[in-house]
């Protein structure tokens, strides 16, 4: 019997938090290995489990897998949240790239220096209400079912849900116009495996704060 899937990372959300949330929504428990100082990032890099020489790594099934898109897809391939056929993988991927393009504006926020931060919030709100959440938006109107995809739970659903967490951290306002989102937000935080994931003490990670942010520039020798 294969062990728990081993996560490599900081203990932190960063890039590997899309993959917490995966796990956790498909029922998965996993153990996480947190990387504490650059000699532990140099010691994964030295003994060859870094493929790109980088984080996030996760060990399953016998594998390490490096690069966040390769992870994410072999887990939501195994626990069946990859849609069924091909037109629908296409879906799945084009709806979580979309997701990751905004996720990846709210995640480099955390690193934006001070004088540029005003701006680029702005701009995450303004990409949020004009362009990414009246899509998603639409797509759900546009077949009147529950999920993003073949009206059953996928891993763009899944990613999504972890957006609308973050965007409402943000600012929670941003989500009132959007029922369907709303209500897929609530669809799947009920959950019992995403509810367990969301209560406070488990494996999900709470946004950077200063401190934290200061230990993942000295791991990973950041300015």
């Known amino acids: ?30 153990e996480e290995k947190f990387i504490e100082t650059a000699e532990d990032l ?14 996030p790594m996760v ?8 690069q966040t898109r390769a992870i994410l897809n072999y887990i939501a391939s195994k626990y069946n949240l990859y849609g069924k ?11 979580s790239e979309g997701v990751a393009d905004l996720g990846e504006m709210v995640l480099l926020l955390s690193i934006t220096p001070p004088g540029e931060k005003e701006a680029k919030i702005a701009q995450i709100k303004e990409r949020t209400l004009n362009r990414y959440f009246p899509a998603f ?9 529950d999920y993003l995809v073949g009206n059953k739970l996928s891993r763009a659903d899944i990613h999504l849900v972890e957006l609308l967490y973050y965007v ?9 116009n959007f ?18 994931f969301l209560q406070p003490g488990s494996q999900r990670k709470p946004p950077l704060d200063e401190e934290s942010l200061e230990k993942a520039r000295k791991i990973f020798k950041l300015k």
């Open 179 to 196: 029922p369907l989102l709303k209500a897929l937000k609530a669809r799947v935080s009920s959950f019992p495996m995403v509810k367990k």
């Open 1 to 30: 019997m294969a062990g728990k899937p081993m996560l490599h990372y900081f203990n932190g959300r960063g890039r590997m938090e899309s993959t917490r949330w995966l796990l956790a929504a498909a029922g998965v428990e996993f």
């Open 85 to 95: 056929d091909i037109k629908e993988r296409a879906l799945i991927d084009m709806y």
């Open 168 to 176: 409402e951290e943000l600012d929670s306002s941003l989500i009132a």
């Open 42 to 55: 140099d010691k994964l890099r030295n003994d060859g489990s870094l493929m790109f020489q980088q984080v």
């Open 59 to 66: 060990e399953i099934d016998g594998l390490k897998l490096a």
């Open 137 to 145: 938006e639409k797509v759900l109107k546009s077949h009147g079912q």
